[in-house]
């Protein structure tokens, strides 16, 4: 029967025995000199939270924030059971750490790994995406400390070759993550298979209702420990939120990268298309950028992670989970380029940077019809963010300039060679010239940034009058009856358009896709042939049958008429979305087009 869980009595970010600093002197010495090589000054505050005389051999429940330390945590508190079993050799595991994601699995083994080299552990790792052979013959050789992902652990338990009857330590690392990603049943039935008087401790940021039941299930008086505190913003990172034009996120993503320039950034987007699409971008603007989502295989990720580490590259492209377990000393700017879905996500995201005392920047590009939920999400995680206006090119010009006086009066040893070619360069070319043409160098190697619209009513009212294509000047509307939830989508009503009103895709302008109807223009100097080709066409194409194209006074009067459209009384029975559309029951609601990142 499990025992209630006993929260600690210190109260989060309060001064007392869980948060007091300990030197390295009470750790054993080898632990002790490992630190210190790793450039510790002194332990974090979880680190000396779960070292303090009430932890000792009991279950914990931790929670703490992204960057806090809480791997070398974990490691240090298992070291009291296990250094003395790292001397002789194991027919089975010790200790179990289990995380949500291979490249956090991948990090804790490494972080361990140098932790626990002077006493001589051995460590495997079991992932998915490696060689299922390699880890079982690794396993097979006697590694005091597993590391792996719930799925891949599952599937050695389930095969024979993880054996967890001597089991001293369990960690779940982001437990709360695990559980999200739909690892319940994996993690129990792990669980379920190591002895009962084994120690378990629960690393998560939150503590909804399922991780408050796990921990009851399977923890013995867990003592409670947060050194979050009571804002759950990250201290070292400056929160900012930028407002733009829907269609300007990827112009307000290009000012930023240039503004800050940062060593290295990392760009969240919510699925593999998204990051696709944007890393396309990116590259053809100049910018040294990688991408990662569940699509890439394992050796692609490696070497994804390997350029942003050798600063071959400098921005990565991300979806949520695929960027988890990432750790970056030179991050120093996240951008949400895609808003997180909640403020747990906002907080995971944003913790990527401003790490181990290191500042950092988290900035949210927020599309001016969200901004009250992006508040909303704010005001619930306690964040305080400044609302700013997105860079301006003359900002970037200004950076740059500042960038580059910075780095050419740095002091710097010539050699005899560099003031050879100097004197030659003097000769030709007056020093004036010579520096002008050195900064046009500079300023021709960086992409350009992106004009944007002022951040003012008036002025976006200007633009959207005056943002034509050539030949759309003047314009008439039409509109056809299906919409969002009926699969519209431009790749196959383009040329549905060309089909019927006998057009080209370079006549066709804007379309605006609402919830139940579509709408796009047409020049009015061949609004009437289409209009003509329509009629004509109607009743020949009968494939198209039930998609009905008709003149219209535009989508703002129709977006109005479908807010007063209940969806469940909305029926499109028998109609065909249009050649080319996604399969499915004409008239569901169907899912977006991106594919949403669950589990790598």
């Not at 942003?308 to 949520?320: E, F, H, I, Q, Y």
């Not at 109609?575 to 008239?587: H, N, S, T």
Request: proline fraction near 6%.
């Amino acid at each position: 029967m499990s025992r209630p869980l006993l929260r600690s009595a210190v109260p989060c970010g309060s001064p007392g025995p869980l948060v007091s600093i300990m030197t390295f002197s009470t750790l054993p010495p080898m632990l002790g000199e490992a630190l210190a090589e790793r450039g510790y000054a002194e332990l974090t505050a979880v680190q000396t939270a779960v070292l303090a005389p009430e932890a000792a051999g009991r279950d914990l429940i931790v929670s703490a924030q992204t960057g806090s330390g809480k791997t070398v945590a974990f490691g240090l508190s298992m070291a009291r059971d296990l250094l003395g079993a790292f001397e002789a050799p194991t027919q089975s595991p010790l200790a179990l750490v289990i995380a949500p994601t291979r490249e956090l699995a991948l990090q804790v083994s490494r972080e361990l790994g140098w932790l626990y080299a002077k006493a001589g552990a051995r460590i495997a790792t079991c992932v998915g995406g490696m060689d299922a052979s390699k880890e079982r013959r690794a396993l097979r050789a006697g590694p005091h400390v597993v590391v792996g992902t719930p799925g891949r652990l599952r599937d050695h338990l389930e095969r024979g070759a993880l054996d967890l009857s001597n089991l001293r330590e369990v960690v779940l690392d982001e437990a709360d993550e695990m559980l999200d990603m739909g690892f319940r049943e994996d993690l129990e039935e792990i669980l379920d298979a190591t002895p009962a008087e084994r120690r378990t401790l629960l690393f998560s940021a939150t503590m909804p209702k399922p991780i408050v039941a796990l921990a009851e299930r399977y923890q013995r008086g867990a003592l409670r420990i947060s050194t979050a505190g009571d804002d759950r913003g990250h201290g070292d990172i400056a929160f900012q939120a930028i407002t733009v034009s829907p269609a300007e996120v990827e112009a307000a993503t290009v000012n930023l990268l240039r503004f800050h320039e940062a060593e290295t950034a990392i760009l969240f987007c919510a699925t593999r298309d998204n990051v696709r699409r944007l890393h396309a971008t990116l590259q053809e603007r100049g910018f040294a950028v990688v991408a990662l989502s569940g699509e890439h295989s394992q050796s692609e990720r490696n070497q994804a992670l390997q350029a942003l580490r050798d600063r071959r590259a400098r921005v990565c492209v991300a979806t949520d989970v695929a960027a988890r377990g990432i750790d970056l000393p030179s991050l120093s700017l996240v951008v949400h380029v895609d808003l997180p879905r909640d403020a747990e996500t906002l907080q995971h995201r944003s913790g990527r940077t401003g790490r181990a005392g290191k500042k950092g920047t988290a900035v949210l590009i927020v599309p001016f019809p969200r901004r009250k939920r992006v508040e909303s999400m704010l005001r619930g995680a306690r964040i305080q963010a400044d609302w700013i206006d997105a860079p301006t090119p003359d900002a970037i010009r200004t950076r740059d300039r500042e960038r580059l006086l910075a780095a050419l009066l740095q002091p710097v040893e010539f050699d005899d060679e560099d003031r050879a070619l100097a004197q030659r360069l003097l000769a030709e070319r007056s020093p004036e010239d010579i520096a002008a043409a050195l900064v046009r160098a500079h300023r021709a190697a960086m992409p350009q940034p992106e004009e944007m619209l002022e951040n003012t009513p008036e002025a976006r009212r200007a633009a959207q009058q005056d943002r034509h294509r050539p030949g759309f000047e003047d314009t008439v509307w039409f509109r056809m009856d299906v919409g969002r939830r009926q699969n519209a989508d431009p790749r196959w009503i383009l040329p549905l358009l060309c089909r019927r009103g006998h057009i080209t895709r370079n006549e066709v302008g804007a379309i605006r896709i609402g919830a139940n109807e579509t709408h796009f223009q047409i020049p009015r100097a061949i609004a009437g042939k289409f209009g003509a080709a329509l009629e004509r066409t109607a009743r020949d194409e009968s494939e198209d049958e039930g998609v009905r194209i008709e003149p219209s006074e535009g989508p703002r009067e129709a977006a109005h008429a479908n807010r007063r459209v209940k969806p469940n009384k909305f029926s499109h029975k028998g109609r065909k979305p249009g050649p080319g559309a996604p399969k499915g029951r004409p008239g569901a609601k169907h899912k977006p087009r991106g594919r949403k990142e669950r589990n790598v």
